[in-house]
């Protein structure tokens, strides 16, 4: 069953975190009459509780997208954010701001948040973001997932395993490794055709290049 799960692609839901009531229902409203699954927040102090508490589920495994006015009381949105940072919260942040706040929208930007869309703006405009938002969330609880089994198949190879692969990603050829590790060639191939299999991989050069954006990440 868990192996089917894996499969499956996520249906993010978007959640609305506004203090204007008939603002926040409106766009509920609009956001489940195109089929797209909402969640409704009074504001950001609410959401960050709801956060902290785990009702939105571990972060590793959920994805979602938030739909966050600027401008709340009593938390606004940009500190709402600045929360959302603070519990390394992984999911695209769509900010909604006014004309006199694009400034601190485009720097909300600049620090990590997703986009922006400055009112008035046409119903159409709005789902077309919040489906790229959906699209780009979905790419990274792909990733994610990925890099944790990557993670997890590399923690489980064996100590043999784990000095062929260094010398690998050193570009030693298997003459060579064997040579360091004194062992016969035969069973440096019979582990390096373990480790490839083991990790998803094809070659030496792609395993070195997972292994990089590994780190890189890191």
């Given at each position: 069953?868990?192996?089917?799960?894996?499969?499956?692609?996520?249906?993010?839901?978007?959640?609305?975190?506004?203090?204007?009531?008939?603002?926040?229902?409106?766009?509920?409203?609009?956001?489940?009459s195109r089929g797209l699954p909402t969640r409704v927040w009074t504001g950001g102090?609410?959401?960050?509780?709801?956060?902290?508490?785990?009702?939105?589920?571990?972060?590793?495994?959920?994805?979602?997208?938030?739909?966050?006015?600027?401008?709340?009381?009593?938390?606004?949105?940009?500190?709402?954010?600045?929360?959302?940072?603070?519990?390394?919260?992984?999911?695209?942040?769509?900010?909604?701001?006014?004309?006199?706040?694009?400034?601190?929208?485009?720097?909300?930007?600049?620090?990590?948040?997703?986009?922006?869309?400055?009112?008035?703006?046409?119903?159409?405009?709005?789902?077309?973001?919040?489906?790229?938002?959906?699209?780009?969330?979905?790419?990274?609880?792909?990733?994610?997932?990925?890099?944790?089994?990557?993670?997890?198949?590399?923690?489980?190879?064996?100590?043999?395993?784990?000095?062929?692969?260094?010398?690998?990603?050193?570009?030693?050829?298997?003459?060579?490794?064997?040579?360091?590790?004194?062992?016969?060639?035969?069973?440096?191939?019979?582990?390096?055709?373990?480790?490839?299999?083991?990790?998803?991989?094809?070659?030496?050069?792609?395993?070195?290049?997972?292994?990089?954006?590994?780190?890189?990440?890191?």
């Amino acid at each position: 069953m868990a192996a089917l799960e894996s499969l499956t692609p996520p249906n993010p839901p978007v959640h609305i975190v506004d203090d204007d009531a008939d603002f926040r229902d409106g766009l509920a409203w609009l956001l489940d009459s195109r089929g797209l699954p909402t969640r409704v927040w009074t504001g950001g102090d609410a959401f960050v509780q709801a956060l902290q508490r785990g009702e939105l589920g571990d972060l590793s495994r959920a994805c979602s997208v938030v739909l966050l006015d600027i401008r709340m009381e009593p938390l606004s949105g940009l500190a709402t954010f600045e929360q959302l940072k603070a519990a390394r919260w992984p999911w695209p942040v769509l900010f909604l701001t006014g004309h006199g706040d694009v400034g601190m929208a485009v720097a909300a930007v600049k620090n990590g948040a997703w986009d922006f869309l400055e009112k008035p703006f046409q119903n159409n405009q709005l789902v077309d973001k919040v489906e790229a938002a959906r699209e780009a969330a979905v790419r990274l609880h792909t990733e994610a997932r990925e890099k944790l089994r990557f993670q997890q198949a590399l923690a489980a190879l064996s100590a043999r395993e784990r000095e062929v692969l260094d010398e690998l990603l050193q570009g030693h050829y298997n003459k060579n490794i064997a040579d360091h590790l004194g062992i016969a060639q035969r069973t440096v191939e019979f582990h390096r055709a373990n480790i490839f299999e083991k990790l998803g991989v094809a070659s030496a050069v792609e395993l070195a290049h997972r292994m990089g954006r590994l780190i890189a990440d890191d």
